[in-house]
């Protein structure tokens, strides 16, 4: 394999790491979901969690590299741009255009992208999942929709994910494919007291993550 296959493949997988920790980031940028801030204090019930700032500026630089990317592309090729959704663009970019930029024969764009991949890919990996923190995919099927311009429903195609926190508070339930796709864990188990099977279902499942990380923690 070359070495220009081996900076497209490397490049690719840090835009998809960055895409499917995108979700995460957003919880963290509202505070995690948790219910308080970083002080350990927990606020009182139906109050707004503040804004993680750290989260705030990590996303910001992201959405703002996404943008130049696709704003290149658009400008250069004939691509066009999938959707609004910050991780659904980079993730498109990933899977089909990655080589307008690793192949680039603009040694600065190059040079430029496989280092903001390399580096972003790092930064969201650190900010989404910090010490202490596990993610869990929960494997249960989004249950929101999108239409399309004809009224029609589109039907998501992601997956639940949660964050179990420090405390072992579990987190929100925001899908893997659109962030604004969430639900508390009150709200889904609201959602299934016709299916109480498939509310033990979660409960098992986060249950064993919560075994799980904390046997990791005492082990380490």
Request: proline share 5%; glycine share 8%; hydrophobic share 35%.
């Amino acid at each position: 394999m070359s070495t220009a296959e081996h900076t497209a493949l490397a490049v690719q997988r840090d835009m998809r790491e960055i895409a499917d920790l995108w979700p995460e980031l957003v919880q963290r940028l509202a505070g995690g979901g948790g219910g308080g801030d970083r002080s350990g204090v927990r606020l009182p019930p139906g109050s707004k969690p503040p804004i993680d700032m750290h989260a705030a500026d990590v996303t910001s630089e992201i959405q703002a590299w996404v943008t130049f990317l696709a704003r290149v592309l658009i400008d250069e090729t004939d691509w066009t741009c999938p959707s609004n959704d910050t991780a659904t663009i980079l993730r498109d970019i990933a899977d089909n255009r990655v080589g307008h930029f690793t192949e680039s024969d603009d040694e600065g764009l190059r040079e430029a992208t496989t280092d903001d991949a390399t580096r972003l890919a790092k930064l969201a990996r650190n900010t989404a999942r910090p010490a202490n923190r596990r993610t869990i995919r929960l494997g249960i099927p989004c249950l929101e929709h999108d239409t399309s311009a004809l009224g029609e429903r589109i039907v998501c195609t992601g997956q639940y994910a949660t964050v179990l926190n420090e405390d072992e508070r579990v987190g929100d339930m925001v899908c893997t494919q659109d962030a604004t796709h969430r639900m508390t864990p009150l709200e889904w188990q609201r959602s299934q007291r016709h299916d109480p099977a498939r509310a033990r279902d979660m409960d098992a499942l986060v249950f064993g993550g919560r075994v799980r990380h904390v046997s990791e923690r005492m082990a380490g």
